[in-house]
């Protein structure tokens, strides 16, 4: 689940609570498996908050290996692979959030 706010912070939440642990992964940090660890909230759930500039963000959560998109993200895209990337786009507008660097 993805939620975004006026001040340009996107919410993210993995709603798994038996994984461990779990990624937030996705083309704004070059599909690092390791470098955004999300948290385990008290619900149980997972949650990482990210500031991201504008534009469109492919996405996907990884845990122990496994690769899964976000079963209510706002849009998905395809990928290389034959399958789909959960999908978020940040709008130009929301305050507190640089512009995305050209790729």
Same mark, same amino acid.
């Given at each position: 689940? $993805?939620?975004?706010?006026?001040?340009?912070? $996107?919410?993210?939440?993995?709603?798994?609570?038996? *994984? @461990?642990? $779990?990624? !937030? %992964?996705?083309?704004?940090?070059?599909?690092? @498996?390791?470098?955004?660890?999300?948290?385990?909230d008290r619900t149980g759930g997972w949650s !990482? %908050? !990210?500031?991201?500039? +504008? /534009?469109?963000? *492919?996405y996907k959560y990884y845990c122990r290996g496994?690769?899964?998109?976000?079963? @209510?993200?706002?849009?998905? @895209?395809?990928?290389?692979?034959?399958?789909?990337?959960?999908? %978020? $786009? %940040?709008?130009? !507008?929301? /305050?507190?959030?640089?512009?995305?660097? +050209?790729?």
């Amino acid at each position: 689940m $993805v939620r975004k706010d006026s001040s340009g912070r $996107v919410h993210f939440r993995f709603d798994r609570p038996t *994984a @461990e642990p $779990v990624y !937030l %992964v996705g083309d704004f940090n070059t599909w690092d @498996e390791r470098s955004h660890p999300m948290r385990r909230d008290r619900t149980g759930g997972w949650s !990482l %908050v !990210l500031t991201l500039g +504008a /534009g469109r963000y *492919a996405y996907k959560y990884y845990c122990r290996g496994d690769w899964f998109n976000d079963p @209510e993200a706002e849009t998905y @895209e395809p990928n290389a692979w034959g399958s789909s990337h959960s999908a %978020v $786009v %940040v709008d130009p !507008l929301a /305050g507190g959030a640089a512009r995305r660097p +050209a790729q």
